[in-house]
């Protein structure tokens, strides 16, 4: 009788998996590194062998060569057509050999529709089945694995299976296609060949950041007065502003600073208003990623590894969800128990209330609840990985918890013929407040008491010239959140998304500002191809997905309606092809010259500083635009990426450069070799202040 073999998604997860279902010893074989594990349960021999994520990729599968339009794809095993994918050769080699003798298939990969794509082509190609059974599960828990796999569906999750196939297919069609055109277009315009890229959510998303970039570049600022009173109230200060906030006009803010003139100033009413605050919503991927952005600066693609990673050691549920669901099946009690030792106080109170009642927000996802911890305790955890737990653990316990009390203070004060509003806010009672802990971060503002005809003591009323604000700029936490409310791109991929705009040069920095580049292919895209960026059109792919899932339309159907769609608008951007290569080459280059600015030269302050190469030595060096006028320069290292400081060096007012690569993390210098700030380097771990 053979075996049955159950294919887990990722390494980790199939030592949990056989650890889980194990009735005595597991035993673990392995070459090259690759583990699979034997056991027994009830008498069935049972092997647990991994993938290693998508161990298939798609490929062009005709000999045309490197063209477009191109919809002739298959699939392939992936170290045979991605660089980068030539570690799967050995994980699939040890599930070929984990295959063999085989009796029974079961898919344990992760139960979304990427470890539903997964499972399907490890079956159909490495184990040449056409069906197997599906675990579902969301904690890589004994108990939870042990009844997913008892309760194994028979047959695999189509629906997310057709899914899955759709949207690799889809991506692929319009990733492809356009990159290539994009590229193809500079080399036949111009001869110069240089990779670019976009695709279908790639393309929309560069749109909405230059959306806002263009609008924080055409802003105009407008200018204001705010009159900003301070007074002493039995020796406590207070600040205010005037009952009309902004002045438009300084004739009218200079009118009123002058009849405030006075001292003492009198209160004239004081409101106190209670409010409840809502219990926040357990963790689906998004909230969490914009919440460890807020409390870490966490990166929404580091948060998803660190979730990853979590989920893969037993303590949280499954990541990629877009549930704000906890359903009682999941055991609070059980969770909260195996939570006491780290959250004492907190979980004591919570088992001492009646009913465990979660707030739940509006938020489902069929496959799996919101995010929670497993009540499994943490043995061995990274500082950021420790941090994202209890930022997850806390906000478990938080959801059980009352709503807050919070009381607004509002103080009028009249001075002379003026009246100033004081403003203050305290929190009356934390109830959930205390679950959550160091996260709960509010704004305090506290107001000595005072009372109606009071008199306060004016130290001065200052009249303040300000402007308003251009819009901000995405976070890549807020991106992500811009990316699901339009409904583009996936929980699992939108933050990579982000990544992918900033590898393409596309954007830059922590607080995302699109650069040249960015602006000038989204301008040209616009003009000649502006459906490329079409956010309604990946927006109507998402709504196909979901109707693949529930079986109401097909693969064939989507993908011949979107195949089309992109024929379209690749015969549009062939008609304009020399035109868009003449403008890409043309930003590019602009780029390229912009990137050896270091900065402006401090010596003749007529010239910029550049990165210039030897044609003697071949080495680089820094050196002024205006020689020979100017014979400035500055030696450079000669290993690593080089970036110009927008700002001189504090210290000696010398450009400064951050370097990046050449084996060592990022840092910055000044480029002056007689700066004081060079001799403070090593005490600042290589970065110059």
């Given at each position: 009788?053979?075996?049955?073999?159950?294919?887990?998604?990722?390494?980790?997860?199939?030592?949990?998996?056989?650890?889980?279902?194990?009735?005595?010893?597991?035993?673990?074989?392995?070459?090259?590194?690759?583990?699979?594990?034997?056991?027994?349960?009830?008498?069935?021999?049972?092997?647990?062998?991994?993938?290693?994520?998508?161990?298939?990729?798609?490929?062009?599968?005709?000999?045309?060569?490197?063209?477009?339009?191109?919809?002739?794809?298959?699939?392939?095993?992936?170290?045979?057509?991605?660089?980068?994918?030539?570690?799967?050769?050995?994980?699939?080699?040890?599930?070929?050999?984990?295959?063999?003798?085989?009796?029974?298939?079961?898919?344990?990969?992760?139960?979304?529709?990427?470890?539903?794509?997964?499972?399907?082509?490890?079956?159909?190609?490495?184990?040449?089945?056409?069906?197997?059974?599906?675990?579902?599960?969301?904690?890589?828990?004994?108990?939870?694995?042990?009844?997913?796999?008892?309760?194994?569906?028979?047959?695999?999750?189509?629906?997310?299976?057709?899914?899955?196939?759709?949207?690799?297919?889809?991506?692929?069609?319009?990733?492809?296609?356009?990159?290539?055109?994009?590229?193809?277009?500079i080399k036949n315009a111009v001869g110069m060949f240089k990779v670019?890229?976009?695709?279908?959510?790639?393309?929309?998303?560069?749109?909405?950041?230059?959306?806002?970039?263009?609008?924080?570049?055409?802003?105009?600022?407008?200018?204001?007065?705010?009159?900003?009173?301070?007074?002493?109230?039995?020796?406590?200060?207070?600040?205010?502003?005037?009952?009309?906030?902004?002045?438009?006009?300084?004739?009218?803010?200079?009118?009123?600073?002058?009849?405030?003139?006075?001292?003492?100033?009198?209160?004239?009413?004081?409101?106190?208003?209670?409010?409840?605050?809502?219990?926040?919503?357990?963790?689906?991927?998004?909230?969490?990623?914009?919440?460890?952005?807020?409390?870490?600066?966490?990166?929404?693609?580091?948060?998803?590894?660190?979730?990853?990673?979590?989920?893969?050691?037993?303590?949280?549920?499954?990541?990629?969800?877009?549930?704000?669901?906890?359903?009682?099946?999941?055991?609070?009690?059980?969770?909260?128990?195996?939570?006491?030792?780290?959250?004492?106080?907190?979980?004591?109170?919570?088992?001492?209330?009646?009913?465990?009642?979660?707030?739940?927000?509006?938020?489902?996802?069929?496959?799996?609840?919101?995010?929670?911890?497993?009540?499994?305790?943490?043995?061995?955890?990274?500082?950021?990985?420790?941090?994202?737990?209890?930022l997850i653990a806390r906000r478990f316990l938080a959801v059980f918890?009352?709503?807050?009390?919070?009381?607004?203070?509002?103080?009028?004060?009249?001075?002379?013929?003026?009246?100033?509003?004081?403003?203050?806010?305290?929190?009356?009672?934390?109830?959930?407040?205390?679950?959550?802990?160091?996260?709960?971060?509010?704004?305090?503002?506290?107001?000595?008491?005072?009372?109606?005809?009071?008199?306060?003591?004016?130290?001065?009323?200052?009249?303040?010239?300000?402007?308003?604000?251009?819009?901000?700029?995405?976070?890549?936490?807020?991106?992500?959140?811009?990316?699901?409310?339009?409904?583009?791109?996936?929980?699992?991929?939108?933050?990579?998304?982000?990544?992918?705009?900033?590898?393409?040069?596309?954007?830059?920095?922590?607080?995302?500002?699109?650069?040249?580049?960015?602006?000038?292919?989204?301008?040209?895209?616009?003009?000649?191809?502006?459906?490329?960026?079409?956010?309604?059109?990946?927006?109507?792919?998402?709504?196909?997905?979901?109707?693949?899932?529930?079986?109401?339309?097909?693969?064939?159907?989507?993908?011949?309606?979107?195949?089309?769609?992109?024929?379209?608008?690749?015969?549009?951007?062939?008609?304009?092809?020399?035109?868009?290569?003449?403008?890409?080459?043309?930003?590019?280059?602009?780029?390229?010259?912009?990137?050896?600015?270091?900065?402006?030269?401090?010596?003749?302050g007529k010239g910029d500083v550049r990165i210039i190469r030897s044609?003697?030595?071949?080495?680089?060096?820094?050196?002024?635009?205006?020689?020979?006028?100017?014979?400035?320069?500055?030696?450079?290292?000669?290993?690593?990426?080089?970036?110009?400081?927008?700002?001189?060096?504090?210290?000696?007012?010398?450009?400064?450069?951050?370097?990046?690569?050449?084996?060592?993390?990022?840092?910055?210098?000044?480029?002056?070799?007689?700066?004081?700030?060079?001799?403070?380097?090593?005490?600042?771990?290589?970065?110059?202040?």
């Open positions: 009788m053979g075996h049955t073999l159950i294919i887990a998604e990722k390494p980790r997860a199939a030592a949990r998996i056989a650890a889980a279902l194990a009735d005595g010893e597991v035993i673990k074989k392995g070459s090259k590194g690759v583990s699979s594990y034997s056991l027994t349960r009830k008498g069935q021999k049972i092997v647990v062998a991994a993938a290693v994520g998508h161990i298939y990729s798609l490929r062009q599968n005709d000999k045309k060569g490197w063209v477009y339009p191109v919809f002739d794809v298959d699939w392939a095993p992936a170290h045979e057509v991605r660089k980068d994918g030539a570690y799967t050769k050995k994980y699939l080699t040890a599930l070929k050999a984990a295959a063999k003798g085989a009796e029974r298939f079961v898919v344990a990969c992760d139960f979304d529709i990427e470890g539903s794509v997964i499972g399907f082509n490890v079956l159909r190609f490495a184990c040449k089945k056409k069906d197997g059974a599906r675990m579902h599960f969301s904690t890589l828990t004994k108990h939870e694995l042990e009844e997913a796999f008892e309760k194994a569906n028979p047959s695999l999750d189509w629906g997310m299976v057709e899914a899955g196939l759709t949207r690799h297919v889809a991506d692929w069609f319009f990733g492809i296609n356009l990159s290539r055109a994009l590229t193809l277009a670019m890229s976009t695709g279908r959510v790639q393309g929309p998303t560069l749109a909405i950041l230059c959306e806002r970039e263009l609008e924080i570049k055409a802003f105009e600022p407008t200018p204001f007065w705010q009159l900003e009173l301070h007074a002493l109230v039995d020796g406590a200060e207070i600040v205010a502003l005037h009952a009309a906030d902004k002045f438009w006009k300084e004739n009218e803010a200079t009118t009123a600073h002058s009849r405030s003139q006075a001292d003492p100033g009198i209160v004239q009413d004081v409101s106190r208003k209670k409010f409840e605050q809502a219990v926040p919503p357990p963790f689906d991927l998004t909230s969490l990623q914009s919440e460890a952005y807020k409390q870490f600066s966490f990166a929404p693609t580091r948060t998803q590894e660190l979730a990853q990673t979590l989920y893969e050691s037993g303590l949280i549920s499954y990541p990629r969800t877009s549930s704000q669901k906890l359903p009682e099946r999941i055991g609070f009690k059980e969770i909260l128990k195996g939570l006491a030792s780290l959250f004492p106080k907190e979980v004591e109170l919570l088992l001492g209330m009646k009913k465990l009642v979660p707030k739940e927000g509006k938020k489902e996802d069929s496959a799996h609840p919101a995010i929670y911890p497993t009540g499994e305790k943490p043995k061995m955890l990274t500082d950021q990985e420790r941090k994202l737990f209890d918890g009352e709503p807050a009390v919070r009381e607004s203070l509002k103080v009028t004060i009249r001075v002379g013929e003026e009246d100033f509003i004081a403003e203050g806010k305290r929190t009356v009672e934390p109830n959930w407040h205390t679950l959550y802990g160091p996260f709960a971060k509010f704004e305090e503002v506290l107001l000595p008491n005072m009372d109606k005809g009071q008199e306060v003591s004016v130290q001065s009323i200052d009249l303040l010239s300000k402007e308003t604000q251009p819009p901000r700029r995405f976070s890549p936490a807020s991106l992500v959140k811009r990316m699901e409310k339009e409904n583009i791109g996936t929980k699992a991929t939108r933050a990579s998304t982000v990544d992918t705009l900033s590898s393409r040069g596309y954007v830059t920095g922590d607080i995302i500002e699109v650069t040249e580049l960015g602006l000038q292919v989204y301008s040209i895209l616009t003009k000649y191809s502006p459906r490329i960026l079409d956010v309604e059109l990946t927006r109507q792919f998402e709504d196909d997905m979901i109707r693949i899932q529930e079986r109401k339309t097909d693969r064939k159907e989507v993908l011949e309606r979107l195949r089309s769609k992109l024929e379209d608008i690749l015969t549009e951007f062939k008609s304009n092809e020399d035109k868009i290569g003449k403008e890409l080459a043309d930003a590019i280059r602009a780029t390229n010259r912009a990137a050896l600015v270091i900065g402006p030269c401090p010596v003749c044609k003697k030595s071949g080495k680089r060096f820094a050196g002024c635009s205006n020689y020979p006028e100017c014979s400035n320069s500055y030696p450079l290292p000669q290993r690593g990426n080089i970036i110009g400081s927008k700002k001189p060096c504090p210290t000696c007012n010398h450009p400064r450069i951050t370097v990046k690569g050449g084996g060592r993390r990022p840092w910055r210098m000044c480029l002056n070799m007689e700066c004081p700030s060079r001799e403070r380097k090593e005490e600042n771990g290589g970065n110059n202040p």
